[in-house]
């Protein structure tokens, strides 16, 4: 697959803008690297973003790739119609999770050891708990983090690993598919 990159800052605002549009037409990947560094880009980006990449002849292969800081200029319309991924570890996240398993129903020694499927049952209870903290952790990246904000708080977490627990006790195979 064809890529080809463009480090924003200092007048490469008209180089990206050529990189999209020849992308935009011929189906192959644009990264724009240190979005943050092109405050008098961003705007135009987002016109592009809005205009160029919603028409009809966008080709279907062409992906747009921006890396960046944290920034408050950072188009506000270009965040919530993308994909965002962090490569930031979430602090305290372990000892988030250590947390969990020291709560109640977790730490209950009945609750936890007295399920038919014990293998099934520990994978999709770290799982579900390893989801939690991931939740509660995004949160703090506010808008950024999430389009639409939910409160994935502890009571759904105790009501999720209770339900996990019966649908394992009650059914003969584990549907993974």
Request: proline share 7%; hydrophobic share 35%; net charge neutral.
């Amino acid at each position: 697959r064809r890529v080809e990159s463009v480090s924003l800052g200092q007048g490469q605002g008209p180089v990206a803008e050529g990189w999209i549009s020849k992308g935009v037409s011929e189906g192959f990947w644009v990264v724009l690297m240190n979005c943050h560094l092109a405050k008098s880009f961003l705007p135009r980006l987002e016109v592009i973003c809005e205009v160029w990449l919603t028409g009809p002849n966008t080709n279907s292969e062409f992906r747009l790739w921006l890396t960046s800081y944290p920034s408050d200029i950072f188009p506000v319309s270009v965040l919530e119609n993308g994909v965002k991924i962090t490569n930031e570890p979430p602090s305290a996240f372990r000892s988030a999770l250590l947390r969990l398993y020291e709560s109640d129903p977790i730490s209950n020694p009945k609750f936890f050891q007295e399920c038919s499927k014990p293998d099934s049952w520990r994978k999709m209870l770290f799982g579900l708990c390893f989801f939690h903290c991931l939740i509660r952790q995004r949160r703090t990246y506010g808008p950024i983090g999430w389009n639409i904000p939910y409160e994935f708080n502890e009571n759904d977490l105790r009501i999720s690993q209770r339900q996990l627990k019966m649908f394992l006790d009650e059914y003969s195979d584990v549907p993974f598919d």
